[in-house]
């Protein structure tokens, strides 16, 4: 599967209907992306189960500023509609195989507990 173009437009539906989303936060200016670019595509064919987005932060400004996206690339993994892994970086093929592994390993129930827990903690805290 190729991997497809994310925008504020179609993130929700992304993540809504697929199972695990793997986003590649880039920029046109950026060695390092042009860089993981090809990795990333790459990676996109040996797992067609796993959505492969690119987020073009110069368009999608809003979108890069909702996951505090400071250094590029940066890639975030959702499973079962939750964010279970963020970081900045590239990645070689062999640790987007297993970051993948581990997302599709995780219980997504209890991920969904727990994620609902947390944002029920932060708006108790910051009384909204």
């Not at 860089?35 to 987020?55: L, T």
């Not at 987007?96 to 609902?116: F, G, P, S, T, Y």
Request: glycine share 4%; hydrophobic share 40%.
């Amino acid at each position: 599967m190729a991997t497809v173009e994310m925008t504020h437009e179609n993130f929700e539906q992304l993540i809504d209907d697929n199972d695990i989303v793997m986003i590649d936060f880039w920029a046109e200016w950026c060695g390092p992306c042009k860089a993981f670019g090809p990795v990333f595509e790459d990676a996109s064919s040996r797992h067609e189960d796993v959505v492969f987005a690119k987020v073009d932060t110069e368009k999608q400004r809003e979108l890069a500023a909702t996951f505090n996206v400071r250094s590029i690339p940066m890639v975030v993994v959702f499973r079962g509609q939750v964010p279970v892994y963020g970081q900045p970086g590239m990645l070689p093929a062999e640790a987007i195989d297993d970051l993948i592994e581990q997302a599709r390993a995780l219980d997504v129930d209890k991920i969904r507990e727990e994620h609902a827990r947390l944002v029920e903690e932060h708006e108790k805290q910051h009384g909204h």
